[in-house]
């Protein structure tokens, strides 16, 4: 018999927030109950996706993020959205320690964090518009 | 989230307590680089025992403060990582050029 479940969180994008949405995620994601390194993996991956959106989307501004996942057995679905500035260039912002704002320090490793610890991640991304990242992960300790 | 800092042999030692992300890096940074600036000191070593999480934004931390050691002719050095820290750590390829250690001794006597 399939197993469905779906929840969703939205919040302004202040930097605060990153942790409550790893949090929470995590949280969802545990009625499945998963290994700790499956879970921790999932918290980095939304924790990059949400930091990203933050930094880069919104630049620091304000803005609603808005992170859904959804559970079929044992698969997780996780998006994360915003309505920022978009990416002109997915392909060269996936690229590993790519980053656009070399002032910030950052490591320009988001993406190559969420695609190791995800099975599968899309970018979907319209300049002026806004991001959604949407990522996948089966859950192997689960049969 | 706290740091406790203590120098050892020439050595800043630094302990984190909490999560290392994009919203706590910003203190951090500030918070070692002022004691870093206020100790004579070459290197930092890092005791990252109380570290559940970190993210991508940990590394942007680390190699920042790896170029502030350098520039005193310094390294940086890691101990304690738990598993987490650690599968972030190798796959941003920053092992490669911190140096991992089991425990802080063994880290001053490798560092001098």
């Not at chain 1, 610890?117 to 319209?126: C, H, L, N, Q, R």
């Not at chain 2, 020439?10 to 984190?16: E, M, P, R």
């Not at chain 2, 890691?78 to 911190?98: A, D, M, T």
């Amino acid at each position: 018999m399939q197993y469905q479940n779906t929840m969703k969180v939205s919040f302004i994008s202040k930097s605060q927030n990153e942790a409550f949405a790893r949090v929470a995620v995590a949280a969802f994601v545990s009625q499945l109950d998963p290994t700790v390194e499956e879970i921790s993996d999932i918290k980095t991956a939304v924790s990059e996706a949400v930091t990203n959106a933050v930094i880069h989307g919104y630049e620091n501004g304000e803005g609603i993020i808005n992170v859904s996942c959804t559970l079929t057995n044992n698969i997780v679905d996780i998006t994360i959205e915003d309505k920022g500035v978009g990416i002109e260039d997915i392909k060269k912002a996936r690229e590993p320690l790519y980053t656009s704002k070399p002032e910030l320090e950052r490591s320009g490793m988001g993406f190559t964090v969420m695609e190791t610890f995800m099975d599968e991640v899309e970018v979907e991304s319209i300049p002026g518009k806004g991001t959604i990242v949407r990522m996948r992960k089966k859950l192997n300790s689960l049969k | 989230m706290d740091i406790i800092y203590s120098v050892k042999r020439g050595n800043l030692i630094v302990k984190i307590y909490g999560e290392i992300d994009h919203h706590t890096s910003e203190t951090i940074r500030e918070k070692l680089d002022k004691e870093f600036k206020k100790q004579n000191v070459k290197n930092i070593i890092f005791d990252f025992s109380e570290i559940q999480f970190m993210d991508s934004s940990g590394i942007g931390v680390i190699m920042g403060r790896y170029k502030n050691a350098k520039e005193r002719g310094g390294k940086i050095g890691v101990f304690n990582l738990q598993p987490q820290v650690e599968r972030v750590f190798k796959l941003s390829g920053l092992h490669k050029i911190i140096n991992q250690y089991n425990s802080l001794d063994e880290a001053i006597s490798s560092l001098q």
